[in-house]
Structures are given as structure tokens and as C-alpha cells.
């Protein structure tokens, strides 16, 4: 398990700086056998030296990428697979270990696809007005998020673009599917527009 500051979607990615002994060792024990381990929030605390308050939700993520460097760091590319619950934490003994669960997906029968593309408007929309003060860059247009016609999956790169928290992250993480999740989603995106037009009024 890796405990970090940050959240990681299903069917997004992350890179990853490895520099502490025990995610070292983690990492060599990963890529001499299964490639994958599991990424939570850290709730309170920090991500060096343990004593922290960890996320039972997180994700299962497989390393696409790895390459160390010449003093022993790694540097590295995770692909978020799937939701997993932890059960129960288990001794950091090298590194932290638990007994988790697959979380399965809920789906509804109803057309999400109206849903995706409110959200994925409010996304661009929101990452095109920070853009323009200096924030994260707006996305391509030609920057496809419809998940290949997979709403699931859809919602998921959404997240993964969206100018979020790291609370507001974990928030969709665990919210209940991907009708929740883009309800949620585009509320956000609500809030932080409305956020930065105050801010230019008061300028």
C-alpha cells in the first residue's frame, strides 16, 4: 500500500517520485512479482515517515513505467485499475500492508450520457478560466472524455482532469457510481466558477 496526499482514479494515471527506503523496497518487491499495490488519501498526517490517518477507500493501481535513478530513486507511472476497500491495516513492516477487497462498480439503468457531457462542459469550462489567470493550462479540445462510450470509465477521466482537491478527490472517489459521481463532479465545477468570479469582482 501507498499512503499519499493525492488520489488516483480508476483508468487515470499518475507518476510517482519513490525516494523513502520502505516505498523502495515496496517497489522492488512490485516489480519482481505483481505489479500492482494500492493508493489511499492521507487524511491527516504526512506521506514521509508514517504516523498518519489513511483513506479505508482507495486504488488499485498497476506500475506502466518505472526507471531508477543513478542514487537509488525511482521514478515512476501508475494506472488506476479498480476501487478497493481496506479491511484491515496490517504492521508498515517494511512498508505499509492490508487486507483490502475489490469494490464493485454500481451501475444503473439509466442514460448517463447527458450527465457526461454536462460535466465534461463544466470541466473545460472551469479549466479554461483558470487558464486564463495563470492557473492549470485549459484541455485540448481535441481531448476526447467520453470513455470510448463507456460512461463509467467517462466519468472516471473526468475526474481525473477536474481542478479539484485532494478532499474534494476523495469526495468522487467514494461517491456511490458514476451518477453520483457526475452530479458531484459538475457541482464542484459549479462552485469554483462561481469562486473565481467573485474573486475577479473583488479585484
Do not use: K
Not at 12 to 35: I, K
Not at 36 to 49: A, D, K, Q, T
Not at 174 to 180: I, L, N, Q, S, T
Request: glycine fraction near 10%; proline fraction near 7%; charge should be negative.
Amino acid at each position: 500500500m501507498f499512503p499519499l496526499s493525492s488520489v488516483l482514479f480508476p483508468h487515470a494515471s499518475m507518476p510517482l517520485h519513490v525516494f523513502e527506503p520502505r516505498y523502495r523496497a515496496m517497489l522492488r518487491d512490485c516489480l519482481a512479482g505483481d505489479a500492482r499495490f494500492g493508493i489511499v488519501l492521507i487524511e491527516r498526517g504526512s506521506e514521509v515517515g508514517g504516523s498518519d490517518q489513511r483513506s479505508a477507500l482507495g486504488t488499485r493501481g498497476v506500475i506502466s513505467q518505472a526507471a531508477e535513478l543513478p542514487d537509488g530513486r525511482w521514478v515512476l507511472e501508475v494506472e488506476g485499475e479498480a476501487l478497493i476497500e481496506v479491511e484491515e491495516w496490517l504492521p508498515d513492516d517494511p512498508y505499509p500492508e492490508a487486507l483490502v477487497r475489490g469494490v464493485t462498480p454500481v451501475v444503473g439503468a439509466e442514460d448517463l450520457v447527458p450527465l457526461v457531457g454536462a460535466a465534461g462542459q463544466r470541466v473545460r469550462r472551469a479549466r479554461a478560466l483558470l487558464a486564463e489567470h495563470g492557473g492549470a493550462p485549459a484541455l485540448p479540445p481535441e481531448l476526447e472524455l467520453n470513455g470510448g462510450g463507456d460512461v463509467d470509465r467517462a466519468a472516471w477521466q473526468l475526474c481525473a482532469v477536474a481542478p479539484v482537491s485532494a478532499y474534494d478527490a476523495q469526495r468522487l472517489l467514494v461517491a456511490d457510481g458514476a451518477r453520483d459521481r457526475l452530479r458531484l463532479l459538475a457541482e464542484l465545477m459549479d462552485e469554483l466558477e462561481l469562486d473565481l468570479h467573485r474573486m475577479l469582482r473583488s479585484e
